[in-house]
């Protein structure tokens, strides 16, 4: 089964924020299967889903969905119960994964920096800084930038945060205030068990926001980075590490900023994706066309690898 042709169910869409990054993966997943020679199904993703996949009977699920339910466990523990084969990782690195305070639970032990941080209220924003100025505030299990706000000294939310303000603490009741790290924006893909290249966001204008990311232009992608070969290869192995950590499994995508004036002690990772985008703009096709591996084969090779965990009848 691992050499196909296979029937695969493309499951996009949903109703997160990430809903149109996703609707764009799985379409480009879809398009490369079918330029495979297998059969695709492709699945909307809404409340019906569990009777949908249950009636498209396919020999695996190419999950393509991207932030809450899709990335968070939920939509895995429904797959899981199931008995469907899917690709990328599973319910419990998924729940850990998409939490930015369960992440750093599960790595910093093990020795993976990352910014320091602590979860407070919203509603406490309104009466003084949670950190010294400058720090981030971001949902602690969005992804792709979603909602996040750095606060400066001499930024505009006001001192304290003013309540008016256009930021994060109106859509969500709790945030991460984490440590701003001065510095550049760096990226490394995972698949299977090889860390593939780093990537260096410029963004063009302001931070590496939702924006940057999926609006063509926006963003400078430097890949291989130019940087030295000590961060290279400290990137690569702290992507493949937390991969391995969390469970990972198919592709990731580990997030860094790097203070380059401070060396290697200045390296931080933010966070893992698991379930990274598939869209013309993302990092992963990216890296992996840069080491010879074109789109298609990369789908393939996520889809393989998960029929592949299915022959030794586990989801893990």
Not at 173 to 199: F, N
Request: with cysteine; proline share 6%.
């Amino acid at each position: 089964m691992t050499h196909g042709p296979w029937h695969v169910a493309v499951l996009m869409g949903g109703w997160s924020a990430e809903r149109p990054v996703s609707l764009s993966s799985g379409e480009g997943v879809a398009k490369a299967l079918e330029s495979r020679g297998h059969t695709v199904t492709r699945i909307d993703m809404d409340r019906d889903v569990a009777a949908r996949l249950s009636e498209t009977k396919a020999d695996v699920i190419f999950n393509a969905l991207h932030g809450v339910p899709g990335e968070d466990g939920t939509v895995q523990g429904m797959m899981d119960l199931m008995g469907l084969t899917y690709t990328h990782s599973c319910l419990a690195t998924s729940v850990i994964a998409i939490d930015k305070q369960l992440t750093k639970q599960a790595l910093v032990p093990h020795g993976i920096p990352m910014p320091g941080g602590h979860i407070v209220t919203s509603e406490s924003l309104f009466a003084g800084d949670p950190l010294p100025r400058p720090y981030v505030l971001k949902p602690v299990n969005e992804g792709s930038s979603v909602g996040v706000a750095i606060v400066t000294a001499e930024g505009n939310y006001g001192n304290p945060i003013g309540r008016d303000s256009v930021g994060p603490w109106q859509d969500f009741p709790e945030l991460l205030a984490e440590s701003y790290i001065r510095g550049r924006e760096l990226t490394t893909a995972v698949l299977g068990d090889e860390a593939l290249l780093v990537t260096e966001l410029r963004p063009k204008s302001g931070f590496y926001d939702f924006d940057a990311k999926y609006t063509d232009g926006m963003t400078e992608h430097v890949c291989p980075a130019e940087i030295p070969d000590e961060i290279t290869q400290a990137c690569k192995a702290l992507a493949l590490r937390s991969h391995q950590l969390l469970g990972c499994k198919g592709a990731s995508r580990a997030d860094f900023r790097w203070d380059d004036e401070q060396g290697i002690a200045g390296l931080y990772l933010l966070e893992v994706n698991t379930q990274p985008g598939m869209t013309p703009l993302s990092l992963v096709p990216e890296q992996a066309a840069k080491l010879g591996i074109d789109y298609a084969t990369l789908v393939e090779t996520i889809v393989a690898e998960a029929l592949g965990r299915a022959g030794g009848n586990t989801h893990g």
